[in-house]
């Protein structure tokens, strides 16, 4: 199973930008899918899970401002993030709990780099 994030970039404080991350080889079905964050010099931060069902849970520092979303038949998971703003800079990552064969596993994708500038 590989995860692909995809939809960083530099941006100014204020605007907004859309993360994705498909999931993609021998899956039966997901539940929880997540995004992480990491700073330099900071310890990864879960910013958003997404449960099957559509629940969701947010990192109060991003709370009204991120919206995750999933697309379940694309194994696709998005983050909607707006009213960006400097310490929302970081690598950010997917992952997905996997169910394959007999067993659930957690998936992680590579990052992509969000930079928003003051």
């Known amino acids: 199973v590989q995860l692909q994030a995809s939809g960083g970039g530099l941006v100014q404080a204020g605007e907004s930008l859309r993360l994705s991350c498909e999931a993609s080889g021998p899956i039966y079905s997901i539940n929880d899918m997540r995004w992480y964050r990491q700073a330099p010099g900071n310890e990864r931060e879960l910013v958003a899970t997404?449960?099957?069902?559509?629940?969701?849970n947010y990192a109060d520092s991003v709370k009204g401002r991120f919206s995750i979303s999933r697309h379940n038949s694309k194994n696709t998971v998005y983050l909607q993030m707006n009213t960006l703003k400097p310490e929302d800079t970081a690598v950010y990552s997917c992952a997905a709990n996997v169910f394959f064969g007999s067993n659930w596993s957690w998936y992680w994708g590579r990052g992509t780099q969000v930079t928003v500038s003051s």
């Open positions: 997404i449960r099957s069902g559509g629940t969701t």
